[in-house]
């Protein structure tokens, strides 16, 4: 159990990375293409705010897997 | 076998053959695979079998020169936090760990988006976002050869700082950079794909694995197999074979950790 939580929170950048490219392969308008379109258009307010909005969300995966952690495993702690 | 039948190609067969891979020929478009273009031609009559190698010469370079740039960029890192220890390492690593929260791929979209297209900036990004694994690997490594007795040994017997880490440290830590080098390039061939496949990398008339594949998704669309097949390929099976050798040479130094091929 402890293994597959770790997996899926550090799969969340691999995620992103595959929506970029699904995305463009199929012309999906979703925001992994907004996002390669300000790059191609040179949009650097939108491609940092979609860069900034990406590593929160890698964050906040990482963050769900260590507290499912406590909720999976009663030995694991928060005290560090 | 493989890795050297590839480095052969690449080295060898473009002064040898002497073909512009460039060259259009509007009459014989989109060919499916024959004897005279044994991989078939693009959607402007290129043969593909010379563009896939000359593709696979630009990847392997942009592949090749970005790894061995990240690996020297995090090993200097790596070793200078494990050395200086206290704030330095501390600071170091968070920095590290900023870094590795932002997913590769992006960070690489941004750096090549500030640059005009080319070689150069891809290999850049492809570089500033992949120093950060090695130098996690060297500072570990560091980190437990600094704790082992014959380093102890040579700090009571009155080497000098620079003494030890060049005579006793580097030299342990020299394979597993070496192996973070070698399984990095295909991993480095994999990103400069995407991307020029996002139309982002190298610009689409110089050949190379991404903007092969990139420009012959239209005609894939179409029914015609052939422009997609090979040069996906051409990515798929050196990189494996690489990685296949840098695992085999994982095996030969450390015999115990015997899982994960790290793609």
């Known amino acids: ?80 | 076998m493989i890795v050297a039948a590839v480095v052969l190609a690449v080295l060898v067969a473009p002064p040898l053959v002497n073909l512009d891979e460039q060259a259009v020929y509007l009459a014989a478009k989109l060919r499916p695979p024959s004897l005279a273009h044994p991989f078939g031609t693009d959607d402007v009559g290129r043969d593909l079998l010379l563009r896939c190698v000359y593709g696979l010469r630009v990847s392997l370079l942009v592949g090749v020169v970005a790894a061995v740039v990240a690996t020297v960029v995090g090993t200097a890192v790596g070793a200078l936090a494990a050395a200086s220890g206290g704030w330095v390492d501390r600071i170091v690593m968070r920095l590290v760990d900023v870094f590795s929260s932002v997913p590769h791929l992006l960070l690489g979209i941004f750096i090549v988006a500030m640059f005009r297209p080319g070689v150069w900036p891809v290999v850049v990004s492809v570089a500033l976002t992949h120093w950060l694994s090695t130098a996690r690997i060297v500072r570990a490594e560091v980190l437990s050869l600094r704790s082992r007795p014959y380093v102890d040994a040579a700090i009571s017997g009155g080497a000098s700082r620079l003494r030890v880490a060049v005579r006793h440290l580097l030299p342990g830590v020299l394979p597993q950079a070496g192996l973070a080098a070698v399984l990095m390039v295909p991993h480095a061939i994999w990103h400069e794909s995407a991307l020029s496949f996002l139309g982002l990398g190298l610009p689409t008339h110089q050949a190379s694995l991404g903007t092969l594949v990139q420009s012959a998704s239209g005609a894939l669309l179409a029914g015609d197999w052939w422009p997609t097949l090979f040069p996906g390929l051409f990515i798929i099976v050196p990189t494996l074979a690489i990685a296949g050798l840098a695992g085999a040479w994982r095996e030969r130094i450390n015999p115990r950790r015997r899982s994960e091929l790290m793609l």
């Open chain 1, 1 to 80: 159990m402890l293994p597959v939580l770790t997996l899926i929170g550090s799969r969340v950048p691999e995620l992103i990375t595959g929506a970029l490219l699904v995305e463009t392969v199929f012309s999906w308008p979703g925001i992994a293409a907004a996002t390669v379109q300000a790059a191609t258009s040179v949009d650097f307010p939108l491609l940092a705010a979609l860069t900034a909005l990406a590593t929160a969300a890698v964050l906040l995966g990482n963050l769900v897997a260590d507290l499912l952690y406590g909720l999976a495993d009663p030995r694991v702690g928060f005290d560090g």
